[in-house]
Every structure is written in C-alpha cells, then in structure tokens.
C-alpha cells in the first residue's frame, strides 16, 4: 500500500507523519539535526528528512545559518487567528491529564499556587472506591498535600522561610505533626527527586505523587498530582514512573513556551 | 529512492492538507467541509481527509462538538515557539508591562522580519476595553502605525526596495493614498519623530508607535501605544520605555539579532489577508 494513501479513518499517513515532524518544533529546543529531531520522534532518519524536505518547501521549517540543521520558518505566522485565545493550562495539561489517568486508573488533579494555598482547577476523579476527591476550586494550605509542597520546594529558600513563620505550626490534618527540620528534609527530597513523594498514613494509607509543571521563566505554572490508596498505587507507581515522567516531559516541552504569569499569555 | 510518482504523491496530499489549515487558520468563522471544499475547489473526500489528518495531530478542532472546525492548539504552540526565539520577546516584557501599568494604555512592540512587521511583545492597559491583538500578528510594513514607524526609516533604497516587493507581492494591499503618496507621508512621520493613526473603536481613541534603534542606528522595530489620548503623541514614559530597551538591544547585539538574519529579506514571504477579505 502507498504510505500517501488514507488509514482506516481516514487520515492520510504521509501527511500526518509531516505535521507531527512539525509538531517537534512546538518547544523550547530553537533547532534541531535531523537525528536529533529523528529521535525525538521516533521516526527513521529517511521518514523525518522527508518530511523535513516537505516543510522547508512549504516553509514552515527553515535551515538554520549554518544549512546543516533545521528551525522553525516564518510561515508559521500564517496559521494565526486574531478572534482565537491563546490555550491556557487547562488547555495545555488537558492530554496528559487524560493520559495519566488512562495509565493509573487514579484521580488526577491540576492544581496552581494562590498566595498560601494550592487551588484545584481541574483532573479527572476515578471511580474506585477509595480515592483522593477532585474537588474544583477547593483550597489546601501549601504545607498540606504533596502538590503543595512540589509549590514550596521549587521557589527561593526564602519564600519557604516566609512561609514557615506565617504557618509555624505546620499541622495538616491526618498527619503526624512535623518539626520545621523535618518539614525542610521533605523540601530537600523534593528537590532531589524532581517531583514530590508522599504517604500519608491512617487506616486507608495513601500514596500521592506531584509533577511540577514548568514555565519559559523557570517558574511553575502549577503541578499536576495522582494517587491514591498505597496498596494499590504503590505496584503501580513503580512500574509506571518512566511512562509518567515521559508525559509530563512532554507537557512541559509545550508549557515552557509559555512564561508562568498567566497575563502574559494571551498577549505578554 | 522514492519513484518520482508516489513523492509527487505524496506531496500533494501535504500541500492539500496545509492549503486547508490555511483557509481554516484565515476564516472568520467555524467551516465545515462542504464549505471549505466548495471555497477551495476540492474535492470534498480529499478536504474530509485533510481534515482528519489535521484534527488527529491537534491542528485543528471541531467547534463545540459541530461538524464545524477551527483552529487548535498546535498551530498556537507553534506561533509561540517561534516568538520565543527572539530574543526581544521575553526581554522586553518587563517594560511593555511597566509602561502599560503606568500609563493604562495598551502597548505593543513591534519587529522587523524581512518586508513585516511582527507583534512580538505586548501588554493590554487597564484602560483597554476591545482589544482582539494577538502576538504574531504580522503585516506589510506600509500598514499600520507599528510596522510604518520601521518603513519610515530605512534608507530610501531599502524603501525602493520594499515597494517594489509590495507592489509584486501584494498589489491588493496598496497604502492608503496609493504608492505615489507614501514617500511623503513617510518624511511627514520622520519629521514628527512618530508614527500616528486614529483607531475606529472609538472617539478619541488613537496609536502612536516610535522607533527604536540597535547597536548600529538601525531602526528594527517600534514601540506602539494604543487608547483614548488627549493629545495624540508619545508620552515620556514611552520616551523611557523605548530607551530601556533600546540599552538592552546596545549592550548585546549578538542576543537580539533576528532568528531569520541569514535569509535574504526578498525570500521571506508571508501571506497576509485583508481583514476584510476573510473567508
């Protein structure tokens, strides 16, 4: 069968393998050699400079200086219009969301930073039994849930201390209360990790994990979180951690174009 | 080797795809395909296709769950990409927000690329009560008050230059007044040091764009300020908005220079559809 000729729905595979090399300049990377982009893609070197062939001729893809690597063309600017919005995060994070709970089975929530506390904006609630609620719009203080934390621990040491004297108790409910040096050692592993960790015991112990979701200005737009009962989420997370970090780095190569103050967005 | 019939193939398939994303991109309102087919004269099976092709990769999407497209988030992360890679972009963000919270108007930075101008940094003002900018918006640099206070300082060869690239390219396109004026209304927007232009959103409401200059005295781009003004000129905090970045595009010029500064200005094209001419 010729690879120009349509799959089962339709879609025509020569086309879509050309969009999808173009796909691979939506980041923050400015150019790319065909191996690298080839790799990125999963794509043979013969596929992907096909495509690449295609797009420099339409001009969506330029050479660089140099005419050994590839960056994105000025015709890109066409695809543009004026009465459309930017995506937001919602928007962004939308396919990993989806992702992430085809993958665990667990609720998964979006949250952003508000002053003190971590907001819920959006996820998706799993119906097992047992299971952390999306409750949208509903707050939690910083130095509660996992996600909170993931907040804290990626700002300056400073703004962590300002936190501490504002909430020196440091209680959460179903926790174990805490020392400030413990509370510290649970930032340091955060950061150590990359993401953050967390058992919370009780009768029903559960396992929560949260991804920051980072910006063009090295800030974070907010984290994405699962989890849910240990004994369940616990086999799962450990055989699932490269796929999870494999989505998150891909929502992340399409946040990062963006910086974290939201009013930059649409036109900053 | 490809034979040259399946390539030739396969290259028409992809030109009939982008062809659609374009016309979608472009349109006023949500299409669907019997509409695109008949504007563009395809077969409706091949713009069915195109449209599959298009929504699978997240180029476009259906408008409210209707047979209706629009554009998606693709072509939004890829306009946002290639802005990023100017450096102006994000080092100019700090003033165009400052000056936009000082002054409440909404401000806009302009760039060169080629024969175009492009919309690379902005902040809306608190005063700012319609406002559809977007940033990437592109334009001739003959229209508008942004890309004009370019066009009005290149030198008069470049400026030879660019109407004979207009006039081949975009003979529909023509400045206001017509070709035969646009030298003198140039020299009138260099004496006044700025570029002005009355907004139809309402009474009094008016843009006013200044140049700015690099490291070597070459006008690159423009800072335009957009709301309801009593006197129609810059004002000092604009003055010092535009020095601001000014010093930045001085103390490194390597950092600001064009991603696009190795290709000929006469090869870059972009299409640009009157407003009023969208499908």
Not at chain 1, 174 to 198: K, S, V
Not at chain 2, 181 to 195: H, N, P, Q, S, V
């Amino acid at each position: 069968m010729s690879e120009s000729l349509p799959n089962d729905r339709g879609q025509n595979k020569a086309s879509a393998r050309i969009l999808a090399v173009l796909c691979g300049f939506a980041s923050d990377t400015p150019e790319f050699g065909i191996t690298e982009l080839s790799n990125v893609l999963d794509m043979t070197k013969n596929m992907t400079y096909r495509a690449l062939t295609t797009l420099v001729e339409q001009g969506y893809v330029v050479r660089t200086a140099g005419g050994a690597r590839y960056q994105l063309g000025y015709r890109v600017l066409e695809l543009q219009n004026n009465a459309l919005a930017d995506p937001d995060l919602r928007a962004l994070a939308a396919p990993a969301i989806r992702q992430i709970f085809d993958l665990m089975g667990e609720t998964v929530n979006l949250l952003i930073r508000v002053r003190d506390y971590a907001v819920f904006i959006d996820g998706i609630e799993t119906r097992r039994a047992g299971t952390y609620r999306l409750e949208i719009g509903g707050l939690r203080p910083l130095h509660g849930p996992v996600s909170g934390l993931v907040m804290l621990a990626f700002g300056p040491d400073a703004e962590i201390e300002d936190y501490i004297a504002r909430h020196p108790s440091l209680n959460y409910p179903g926790r174990e209360a805490r020392t400030e040096a413990q509370f510290w050692a649970e930032i340091d592993a955060i950061r150590e990790r990359g993401y953050g960790q967390m058992l919370h015991p009780g009768a029903l112990p559960m396992l929560g994990v949260a991804f920051p979701i980072w910006s063009a200005d090295d800030k974070l737009h907010g984290v994405l979180a699962t989890g849910g009962p240990a004994e369940r989420v616990a086999p799962l997370l450990e055989e699932s951690m490269g796929r999870l970090q494999q989505i998150m780095s891909e929502l992340i190569s399409r946040t990062r174009l963006y910086p974290a103050r939201r009013s930059d967005w649409g036109f900053g | 080797m490809t034979p040259p019939s399946r390539r030739a193939a396969i290259n028409s398939s992809a030109s009939h795809v982008f062809e659609v994303l374009r016309f979608v991109a472009e349109a006023a309102e949500p299409l669907g395909v019997t509409e695109i087919a008949r504007r563009l004269n395809l077969p409706a099976s091949t713009v069915h296709r195109a449209l599959v092709t298009l929504e699978e990769a997240n180029y476009i999407q259906r408008y409210q769950n209707t047979p209706c497209f629009e554009l998606g988030m693709m072509p939004h992360l890829l306009n946002r990409a290639l802005l990023n890679h100017f450096a102006l972009h994000s080092y100019s963000r700090p003033q165009l927000h400052a000056l936009a919270a000082e002054t409440g108007h909404t401000v806009s930075l302009w760039y060169r690329l080629g024969w175009y101008g492009i919309r690379i940094g902005g902040a809306f003002g608190s005063q700012d009560i319609h406002h559809r900018a977007r940033l990437g918006e592109t334009d001739l640099l003959h229209r508008g008050p942004g890309p004009a206070a370019i066009l009005a300082y290149l030198s008069s060869s470049e400026r030879q230059a660019y109407a004979r690239f207009a006039k081949a390219k975009f003979p529909e396109l023509p400045p206001i007044g017509g070709w035969e004026e646009i030298e003198d209304r140039l020299a009138g927007l260099r004496t006044r040091g700025f570029a002005r232009q009355s907004l139809p959103i309402a009474r009094d409401f008016h843009a006013v764009a200044l140049p700015i200059y690099d490291a070597r005295e070459q006008v690159v781009g423009s800072l335009m300020m957009e709301g309801e003004f009593d006197e129609v000129n810059p004002s000092q905090e604009m003055h010092k908005a535009r020095e601001d970045i000014e010093a930045g595009l001085r103390a490194e010029p390597k950092r600001f220079e064009s991603p696009f500064s190795h290709i000929d200005v006469d090869e870059i094209y972009i299409r640009i559809i009157d407003s009023n001419d969208q499908p």
